[in-house]
T-cell receptor, first 111, second 114 residues
Framework: QKEVEQNSGPLSVPEGAIASLNCTYS??????FFWYRQYSGKSPELIMS????GDKEDGRFTAQLNKASQYVSLLIRDSQPSDSATYLC???????????FGPGTRLSVLP | EAGVAQSPRYKIIEKRQSVAFWCNPI?????LYWYQQILGQGPKLLIQ????????DSQLPKDRFSAERLKGVDSTLKIQPAKLEDSAVYLC????????????FGQGTRLTVV
């Protein structure tokens, strides 16, 4: 099992819809989780971080964490064409020693 | 606050040549990472430094790749000799060592090996 896994995508949603991105991780002791957005040809940029079970909201973005299920998700409400990008899940593994990324999910928001 | 600086932005070399990339992390960030990102894939960790010591280099192809971080600040990543499959974007990132803070990325170096 890979350390961090994501839906392979691509994921296409119409403008205004909710986009749901999922991520699972293998390390039970992980405490810190991050969602990055990467536009084509650009570097990853942080969207949200989450450390506690439950939901964390920031504008149109909501991160959800379930440590028992080793699952973290990102919801994007009212999706816009400008949200079209690759979304990378990152986890601090091995007691915070390793910052590991999943393979990414490519999202396309169709006008 | 200045971000992570990387150079060069682009590099084209022939196979079997050597190449070096440079990274200057955010001031005060003790942890520095080098990632390799092949088109369509997520970043793959090559090496992680804490100050000037190596924490993890388990995925670094040591027969051709080397990295150093002198004085715990700037870092260089070298490939010698390069192979076609080394064509990728090489990303440098840094993190403050305390807590579960995020990593900040430089703009990356796009390497093309022909």
């Amino acid at each position: 099992q890979k350390e961090v896994e994501q839906n392979s995508g691509p994921l296409s949603v119409p403008e205004g819809a909710i986009a749901s991105l999922n991520c699972t991780y293998s390390d039970r002791v992980s405490q810190s989780f991050f969602w990055y957005r990467q536009y084509s040809g650009k570097s990853p940029e942080l969207i949200m971080s989450i450390y506690s079970n439950g939901d964390k909201e920031d504008g149109r973005f909501t991160a959800q964490l379930n440590k028992a299920s080793q699952y973290v998700s990102l919801l994007i409400r009212d999706s816009q064409p400008s949200d079209s990008a690759t979304y990378l899940c990152a986890v601090l593994l091995n007691y915070g020693q390793n910052f590991v990324f999943g393979p990414g999910t490519r999202l396309s928001v169709l006008p | 606050e200045a971000g992570v600086a990387q150079s060069p932005r682009y590099k084209i070399i022939e196979k079997r040549q050597s190449v070096a990339f440079w990274c200057n992390p955010i001031s005060g960030h003790a942890t520095l990472y080098w990632y390799q990102q092949i088109l369509g894939q997520g970043p793959k960790l090559l090496i992680q430094f804490q100050n000037n010591g190596v924490v993890d280099d388990s995925q670094l192809p040591k027969d051709r790749f080397s990295a150093e971080r002198l004085k715990g600040v700037d870092s260089t990543l070298k490939i010698q000799p390069a192979k076609l499959e080394d064509s990728a974007v090489y990303l440098c990132a840094s993190r403050w060592v305390g807590g579960g803070t995020e990593a900040f990325f430089g703009q990356g170096t796009r390497l093309t090996v022909v």
